[in-house]
């Protein structure tokens, strides 16, 4: 898994967020969350990666990643890279 940041141009805020979770060629983004988060798909539906406009939403935006695909692992990872849920 491979995790790229965009950030300003100061690099003081972050702007997104896509995490790859396998390599392939895009065939379709799906969004997830209007304006927030899509998914980029290949050609029979496998999840490659996932981008995140709103990264203050990353945690929710994956958690429903991972509902939507069956891949609970993705939830889990957010929490062994320190993203945790907004109090």
Same mark, same amino acid.
Do not use: F, W
């Given at each position: 898994?491979?995790?790229?940041?965009?950030?300003?141009?100061?690099?003081?805020?972050?702007?997104?967020?896509?995490?790859?979770?396998?390599?392939?060629?895009?065939?379709?983004?799906?969004?997830?969350? !209007?304006?927030?988060?899509?998914?980029?798909?290949?050609?029979?539906?496998?999840?490659?990666?996932?981008?995140?406009?709103?990264?203050?939403?990353?945690?929710?935006?994956?958690?429903?990643? !991972?509902?939507?695909?069956?891949?609970?692992?993705?939830?889990?990872?957010?929490?062994?890279?320190?993203?945790?849920?907004? !109090?």
């Amino acid at each position: 898994m491979e995790i790229q940041v965009t950030t300003d141009e100061s690099g003081a805020k972050v702007l997104a967020v896509y995490i790859q979770v396998r390599e392939g060629e895009v065939y379709r983004t799906v969004p997830i969350k !209007a304006n927030d988060c899509y998914a980029d798909e290949n050609v029979n539906g496998d999840l490659l990666g996932v981008e995140v406009l709103a990264p203050g939403r990353l945690r929710e935006c994956m958690e429903q990643v !991972a509902q939507t695909y069956g891949m609970p692992q993705l939830a889990s990872i957010m929490e062994s890279i320190g993203v945790t849920r907004a !109090a």
